[in-house]
């Protein structure tokens, strides 16, 4: 399609687990996705907040699930730390590292040292590893009680694991902010650091953020002065959209990457061919007005009409079956922490 998002966008920042794959498989029609946006001269950069690995790394699991990837397509919040220290030290300057040797590598890639002494210390870079220990951790509170600048690379409080969501950088880094009484600069999504850095260095007129979740890639992207777009391929959902205040709400909804072939005015917050949204005395209403109407049509009504309500928690209501069915495709069942119980008006009965 001529006038697809694609025709407006030079570069597409895309969020990798939830957005491309989940653990080890593509969502359907990301690879197709990313592949078609190639062909068509709009190159993809793939930003993620995981600053433990090598951008060769990330590569090479993203080539094996069938994107095309190189080192040079992937930023990572391990640059964009390495990039805010060179911004305030000296070259050649001493940093301690609380990470992985992929961390200390781009910390050496910008001019700077490294040390592992805390009175040498100019300034702390925070990574997630692993093998961080208390020593380590006691090591970086020393250096920076004495002054020294303190980067983290992102605050994401877990990590997807197979073992379930475990600590990430976040939760060390809360560990170090207790200690201390000291806040990082952050330089991984939602600081706009990582994706000012990524659209800066591939030369992009415009950039469009591609993420599933609010509170770093949509907030992210938002913080960069970003086209977003939110897929609901992850972790956020019609509930938390809702909810979102103004900087974490997107400018675009769309299922899955296969979204990237509609019209941007197809994809925006509004009133959609379908779907009527009303208010009554408990909150919003959603009636299907016509057969087939697109569920993803209800979500964009429901949002345009919430938040030019003032947004919050929604109470979301179904005017038929057709609609609660809807509902609860998008995550707007009464089930998720920030919706209210969704109730099928026509029976009383909630759904």
């Known amino acids: 399609m001529s006038d697809d998002l694609l025709a407006h966008h030079d570069v597409l920042l895309a969020d990798l687990d939830g957005t491309l794959y989940r653990g080890r498989e593509a969502i359907p029609g990301a690879v197709e996705a990313v592949a078609d946006a190639a062909e068509r001269g709009v190159r993809t950069v793939y930003v993620t907040n995981n600053a433990s690995r090598r951008p060769v790394e990330v590569a090479t699991h993203l080539a094996e699930l069938g994107f095309p990837a190189r080192a040079d397509d992937v930023a990572t919040s391990a640059q964009a730390g390495a990039a805010l220290l060179a911004e305030r030290l000296p070259a050649g300057a001493p940093v301690l590292v609380v990470g992985t040797d992929a961390l200390v590598e781009e910390v050496r890639a910008v001019g700077l040292t490294i040390t592992t002494t805390a009175a040498e210390a100019a300034a702390v870079v925070q990574g997630h590893s692993p093998d961080t220990g208390w020593r380590l951790l006691a090591d970086a509170c020393v250096a920076l009680r004495a002054g020294a600048v303190w980067v983290a690379c992102n605050l994401d409080p877990t990590l997807p694991t197979e073992r379930g969501p475990l600590p990430g950088n976040g939760s060390m880094v809360a560990a170090l902010r207790t200690a201390t009484g000291r806040e990082p600069l952050v330089a991984g999504k939602p600081a706009p650091t990582l994706m000012t850095g990524a659209a800066r260095r591939t030369g992009a007129r415009s950039a469009l953020m591609v993420g599933d979740r609010l509170d770093t890639d949509v907030e992210g992207g938002r913080a960069a002065g970003l086209t977003t777009l939110l897929v609901l391929t992850g972790i956020s959902d019609g509930a938390e959209l809702l909810a979102a205040p103004p900087a974490l709400r997107p400018d ?100």
């Open 252 to 351: 675009l909804i769309g299922a899955d990457l296969g979204a990237l072939r509609s019209r941007p005015d197809e994809l925006a917050p509004g009133p959609r061919p379908g779907w009527a949204v009303t208010t009554n005395g408990h909150g919003l209403v959603l009636a299907a007005t016509a057969p087939g109407a697109d569920v993803l049509d209800a979500l964009r009504a429901l949002s345009a009409e919430h938040w030019a309500r003032g947004g919050g928690p929604a109470n979301v209501r179904a005017a038929d079956d057709t609609a609660a069915a809807a509902l609860r495709a998008v995550g707007l069942d009464g089930h998720a922490p920030a919706s209210a119980t969704v109730v099928d008006t026509g029976t009383g009965r909630s759904s």
